[in-house]
């Protein structure tokens, strides 16, 4: 009797090695990687093993890791002088910025020469765009309608010259706008690789496809087709200020009647109408910021006062029902709201007695 219990313990924890020991399925093992917090977490688990490694470097699975965790904050990069600033403890991004700022060729001293003609117009995860006006005419840079453009990622100094517009869209460009405060055409490009001009009877935009390696026709919408039978003798105000959230871009007008909106996966253009309570205000400041649940949020910050007051939008409809006040967030200190990313909204503190001048990032993910 003694040696058969015996030999049932031995069974049971024969079977109890052989549950231990079963191998986790990589379904299972993708789901708890995904919920890792930060990316650095991903490469501790790749240097564990190699069957880590390989499931980690699948790009199906770095583009799921990246749709659900947005990219760290590392700084901000000066358009005119390329001077980077790596973000500052406590920030938890503080480390990551400061391997960044070392490793990075934030002088761009690897794109074709002169390095110093060339300036910086949009920067995404990673990436820059950046201009130069055809046969490096400086002078002149504000007032070209089509210039160079380049496309790089200043940390593994790689980039890539986009080919010129080619001609049979060039002409379907009339009389851009030009801004009556500095006398610059109303040309813009921003990442992924779409080139806007407000014209004096239409709005004109194309995208570059790096699949294909050509420019093609996004939008070519009238201004009366967009306000509704607005006469085309009449001209609306310039639209400014890009901001952009959940694959949209919004630019508003001077007087905030109205938000031009370019929906990057319909690749049409629309008018929508902001919160009622600012249209028809002047010198307001705005900052449209992901407020999650595929909802835009919006910051406004009435002039000459030290608070945020703080919209979200129900939907993706258009009319100013659909923005509902959520809070005012107040500050020790006057500020500008200068851009935003994500949820991620960026002001440039005045000078004050708790903080010194400088730049500030508020997450929007904020209590209502």
Known sequence: MGGGAEDERQILVHRRHELTSLPIPDEL???????????????????ACVSFRRLIADRSFLRRFRNLHAPPLLGFLEQDTKVFHPVASPHPSAPEARAAALAADFSFSFLPGPARDWLVKDMRDGRVLLDRPPEHDIDNRYKVVFSELVVCDPLHRRYILLPLIPAHLATTVEHPIRSAAHNHRCCETFLSVIWMAQCRTKLVAFVFSSSTGQWCAI??????????GLPSSIRWPLFFGRHCAYGCFYWVNSSMEKLLVLDTRRMEFSISEPPHEIKGLLNEDIAIVEAGEGRPGMFVGPENTNHLNYYVRRNNGGSSSHWRFVKTVPLDFECLLMDSRGRHLFLFKCESSSLDVGLLSLDADIPS
């Open 29 to 47: 093992t993708l789901d708890i990687f995904l919920r890792l917090p930060i990316p650095a977490d991903l490469v501790r688990a790749s240097a």
């Open 219 to 228: 939008s070519s919408q009238s201004w009366s087709d967009l306000f509704a």
